[in-house]
């Protein structure tokens, strides 16, 4: 059972462009929603989080937009650039709790 | 400073062998948690430490998965008898405390079992 669905599995964007990535959960009781960037080799890193009564956040050119209705949250990547190419996963995290439930991640492309 | 260490970065071992993985948090963070990574998959849950004690083991597959972690500090998650699907990146995490949202993500151990 796939708590957390995110799409899509792979995305090509070209220089400069948005990229977007999209996450949906089911359940209500999650209290934390991060985003982390992997690049090969490396562990995830927290790139950006957002909490469900906060309806956008924005950090540079990143920006998680929350739909708290709808169960959905979504990643844009804005003026996008090679060095953006890697690997994101969203996440949750129930409320009272500590592990984080992660969806399956999106490689990430960005053509020069 | 540093970040999470973990060691070996690679291991490759045969089936029905045991193996250890071990993971240095940074230093002052109360908090441990194990995840894996299987190829083209999402991190997956295994175990969470808050200083010594385990208070979430939800995660761990079976009963061959078994961690410990000491003086608040280094974990060590062992897999006996390892079986081909136990083939993955192990990844170890650490935090501030209970309270702290982000988790700091060591570069993983890839383990491959033939």
């Known amino acids: 059972q796939q708590q957390v669905k995110q799409s ?4 090509i964007v070209q220089k400069g462009g948005i990229s977007i ?3 949906a959960y089911e359940n209500t009781a999650f209290d934390y ?3 982390y960037q992997q690049f090969p080799g490396k562990g995830p890193a927290l790139l950006i989080a957002i909490r469900p009564d906060v309806s956008e956040k924005k950090e540079g050119r990143f920006t998680i937009s929350f739909n708290k209705s709808a169960k959905q949250f979504s990643l844009h990547i804005m003026d996008s650039q090679p060095g ?3 690997t994101y996963f969203c996440a949750a995290r129930f409320q009272g709790a500590q592990k984080l439930v992660f969806g399956q991640g999106t490689r990430l492309t960005i053509n020069p | 400073g540093a ?3 973990q060691s070996p ?3 490759v071992t045969e089936k ?3 193996v250890e993985l071990r993971c240095d948090p940074i230093s002052g963070h109360t908090a441990l948690y194990w995840y894996r990574q299987s190829l083209g998959q999402g991190l997956e849950f295994l175990i969470y430490f808050q200083g010594n004690s385990a208070p979430d083991k939800s995660g761990l597959p079976s009963d061959r998965f078994s961690a410990e972690r000491t003086g608040g500090s280094v974990s060590t998650l062992t897999i006996q008898r390892t079986q081909q699907e136990d083939s993955a990146v192990y990844l170890c995490a650490s935090s501030f405390g209970r309270n702290t949202n982000e988790q700091f ?3 993983g151990t890839r383990l491959t079992v033939l």
């Open chain 2, 9 to 11: 970065s690679n291991k």
């Open chain 1, 33 to 35: 929603f991060p985003w």
């Open chain 2, 3 to 5: 970040g999470v260490s």
């Open chain 1, 21 to 23: 990535i999209n996450c």
């Open chain 2, 16 to 18: 029905g062998k045991d």
């Open chain 1, 8 to 11: 899509p599995q792979s995305l």
């Open chain 2, 105 to 107: 993500f060591g570069p």
């Open chain 1, 84 to 86: 953006d190419s890697a």
